[in-house]
C-alpha cells in the first residue's frame, strides 16, 4: 500500500541531487508527481501503473508495447529512474518482465521506494551508479530495450549524449532490440538535431517522435529518439502517436535527414549539456 496522506500534503526531501517533492495529483486519490529542484519528473498512479500522464512517457510506453508481440516479457535497461513510472507501466503490461534501472541518486531511491512502493512480485532491480558507468560494465546482446531518461535538473548530463554512449547501449542489445532516449529542446533545436544525427551515427534504423510545434522549434518539448538495428514499427508508432491526447509526429527516413539538415554527430570531445528549458517550461517556477 502506498503511504496514506492528506489530499494536500506534499513530501518534500533533501536528496543527492537537491529537493525532491512528491506531490499529490488532486484528481486522483494515490496518484503522486515527483519534482527534482522544480522540475517534474514523473508522474506515477498506484492504482493504476499503467496510466501515463506526462506525455514522452507516452511515447515511451508506445515504444515498450512494440518491443516483443502482445504481453510477453522483455528484459530492459532503463538510465535514469524517477519515480519509476515506465517500469512499472512495463510490469504490469508485460509481467515477468526482467527490468534493471539505473539511478545515481541513492536517496532519491529510499525516498520512491519508501513512499511508491513497488509489487514484490515484479522482476524489478534498481542499481545505484552513473549511467554510463553501468552501462559500460553490462552485458553484450542482454537487453530487448535500453531506454536513456537521464537528467541533472531539467538537462541531459553531457556524457550521456556522445556516439561512444550510444555505441554502449547499442552493445548491450540483442538483436532486434530497440533503443530510446527522451530529451528536450527548443529554438533553434541545435541540440535535437545533433543527438538525432548521432543516433544515426550507431543505428541504421531511427525515428523521432515529438509534437509538432516542438518540431518547429515554437516551444520547448521533449524529443523521444528511438533506434534499432532492424526495421522499426514506423506505421504502428505514428498511429499510436498520432492518437495522444497532445498528438505527435514521427520523423524518419527522407523527413528526419531534412530536420537533422546536415548537424554533425556528437562525441565525447564535442559533447555539451542539453539546454536549459525557459521558465515555465515543463512547471518551472516563472522566477
Not at 549511467?131 to 556524457?159: I, S, Y
Not at 543527438?195 to 523521432?208: E, G, I, K, L, S
Request: hydrophobic letters at 40%.
Amino acid at each position: 500500500m502506498g503511504r496514506i496522506r492528506k489530499a494536500d500534503e506534499t513530501i518534500s526531501r533533501e536528496v543527492d541531487s537537491g529537493i525532491a517533492e512528491l506531490v499529490p495529483d488532486p484528481d486522483v486519490p494515490r496518484a503522486w508527481m515527483l519534482r527534482l529542484n522544480g522540475t517534474p519528473q514523473s508522474h506515477v498512479d498506484l492504482d493504476d501503473p499503467t496510466h501515463l500522464e506526462f506525455e514522452y512517457l507516452r511515447r515511451l510506453g508506445h515504444v515498450a508495447d512494440l518491443v516483443a508481440p502482445g504481453s510477453d516479457p522483455i528484459r530492459v535497461l532503463h538510465l535514469g529512474g524517477g519515480a519509476l513510472t515506465l517500469p512499472r507501466y512495463i510490469a504490469t503490461t508485460r509481467p515477468r518482465s526482467t527490468q534493471q534501472v539505473v539511478e545515481i541518486d541513492a536517496a532519491l531511491i529510499d525516498l520512491v521506494r519508501g513512499v511508491l512502493p513497488l509489487d514484490r512480485n515484479w522482476r524489478l532491480r534498481i542499481r545505484n551508479g552513473d549511467a554510463r558507468a553501468v552501462l559500460a560494465k553490462a552485458p553484450e546482446d542482454a537487453f530487448d530495450l535500453v531506454v536513456t531518461d537521464v537528467f541533472a535538473g531539467a538537462r541531459t548530463p553531457a556524457h550521456l549524449t556522445s556516439v561512444e554512449f550510444v555505441a554502449l547501449a547499442s552493445h548491450t542489445l540483442r538483436p532486434g532490440g530497440v533503443y530510446a532516449a527522451n530529451i528536450g529542446d527548443g529554438g533553434k533545436l541545435a541540440f535535437a538535431k545533433a543527438q538525432a544525427a548521432t543516433v544515426r551515427a550507431v543505428f541504421p534504423h531511427v525515428c523521432v517522435l515529438a509534437e509538432p510545434g516542438v518540431f518547429r522549434g515554437r516551444r520547448f518539448g521533449n524529443f523521444v529518439i528511438v533506434a534499432s538495428h532492424v526495421e522499426l514499427p514506423v506505421a504502428a508508432l505514428t498511429r499510436l502517436t498520432a492518437g495522444d491526447p497532445f498528438p505527435g509526429r514521427v520523423e524518419h527516413d527522407d523527413s528526419l535527414i531534412r530536420f537533422i539538415g546536415g548537424a554533425p554527430a556528437t562525441t565525447d570531445e564535442t559533447a555539451t549539456q542539453s539546454p536549459s528549458p525557459p521558465k515555465g517550461t515543463w512547471g518551472l517556477p516563472d522566477e
